[in-house]
């Protein structure tokens, strides 16, 4: 971990590449040792049409894949197929034993129904975690899949070595994909959890009182250092292109990280987690179609 620069106290950075990377390299010896029991874990990902940002994530998970020696599958299809037709995609990957996880990438061409392929993707190859079942485990603390860019979240907090229990976690957002499953990731590591949104009053106070502050609202430099408490761990999930082309967080980076205790960074922050924990779920499922116990460590 190296300090942020900057004058004055400066924040520890939580370094997402970095994280990333230690973790790619035990999985890589885990799939090895998978093997020798004759096990490969298996990911199907599903690109409907050609959305450039979506070519790009497919095309890392693929890499990442390959690095860690995960069996990848791309179904690149046409942005004009029909809703029946992905269906019987996903039925064909639910029945595929090579196939432990299955992926299709979001967003869909206008007219698929989002929820019903994703309600179709079976809940024991659900890698995303967005299939209702496990959106369920996770409510009550046995979540089989915890969703990607969040438990990414986690891993990074531990891996600061911060303990979660009996902190004030705040949340700034409440999306489906991270600001609630990440309020219910720290919850269930006992921290004591507010979820805040564009209707919260006093929002500058509230997030003050942070020990731990996740931003996730997709606002440009929302999150102002006299939002931070001193000391406090700030985790920023959002990734904005600014007019001139620069990328930013949700988290005016500087600043806070004069107040802050530790940052992650954008660039490089927890946007590497996100395929990272998708390869971990992917493992975890091949080891529990294997009869395996795999833990998630939530
Ligand atoms: N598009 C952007 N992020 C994601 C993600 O985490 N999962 C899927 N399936 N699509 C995405």
Redesign the pocket.
Known sequence: MTQATGSGTAAQIIDGKAISTQMKEAMKAEVVALEAKGIKPGLAVVLVGENPA?VV?VRNKGKACTEVGIHSVEHKIPAETTEAQLLSLIDQLNNDPKINGI?????LPKHINEKRVLDAISPTKDV?G?HPFNVGKLAVGEALFP???PFGVIKMIEHAGVSMEGKNAVVVGRSN?VGKPVALMLLQKNATVTITHSKTKNLKEVCREADILVAAIGKANFVTADMVKPGAVVIDVGINRLDDGKLVGDVDYAPCAEVAGWITPVPGGVGPM?ITMLLYNTINSAKRANGMVAETGL
């Open positions: 979506s994530y992926l299709v990438q979001l967003p995303d967005f969703p990607c860019t994909i996100t």
